[in-house]
C-alpha cells in the first residue's frame, strides 16, 4: 500500500482563505494525511465531498452561502463516508449540539494546537467522538439538564431500579435482585426516563441526584 493509499483524506470547508491555507498547509506538512480539496460554504461542502469523497470533512459552522449544521445533516441524510469533524471559532450552546444532533463525529475549536487536531483527525476517521474539554462540558450540561420541571413522581419499583443502575448494575442483575423479567426491568427504565425527561442511564442518574430523588 502506498503513502497516499494509507493517508487519511481531508476536505477543509470555511469561508475563510487564511483558514484553508494554513489548514491545508498544517496538514499536508504533517505525515498521514491528503488534503483532496476545499470549499468555501455548505453548498460547496456538499459538491465538493460528493466528487471527492473524503475520509474526514473538517467543517465550520457560520458561512455565507450554506452553513455548516444544514451541510453536516444532509451528509448524514444521504449515508456519506466521510466522518465529519466540525472546526469553529464558536463554542456556544446553540451552535453546538445542532451540529451533533446533526451528525457531526466532534467539535473542536479553531484554537486547539496542532498535535490535537492530528489526533482528533485521526480519531474521526475511526469513527470515535472527538470534543475539546469546553464543548464537552457545555454538551454535557446541556444534555442532562432537565428537559422539563419535574412531572409525575417515580414509583416505588422505579426508585428501586434508578438505584441501582446509579450503582452500576447491569439491566440482567437488576432482573435477578428484584426478581423479575430483564423485559420488566427496561420497561421501568423507559417509564422513569420518560418522568424525569431524559434518554439515557447517566442522564437518569443526574438528573435524579439533581432533584432529589437519589441522595
Known sequence: MSSDEAAISLLIVDDHPVVRDGLRGMFESAPGFKVLGEASN???ALERAAALDPDVILMDLRMPGGGGVAAIAHLTRVGARAKILVLTTY???SDTLPA???GATGYLLKDAPRDELCTAVRAAAEGRTVLSPAVASRLVS???APKAPAGEPLSARER??????AKGTSNREIA???????????????HLYAKLGVNDRAAAVATAYQRGILG
Open 176 to 190: 435477578r435482585e428484584l426478581f423479575i423479567s430483564e423485559a420488566t426491568v427496561k420497561t421501568h427504565l423507559t
Open 142 to 144: 446541556a444534555v442532562r
Open 91 to 93: 463554542d456556544t450552546d
Open 160 to 165: 428501586e431500579v434508578l438505584a441501582l443502575v
Open 100 to 102: 451533533i444532533e446533526a
Open 42 to 44: 455548505g453548498e460547496e
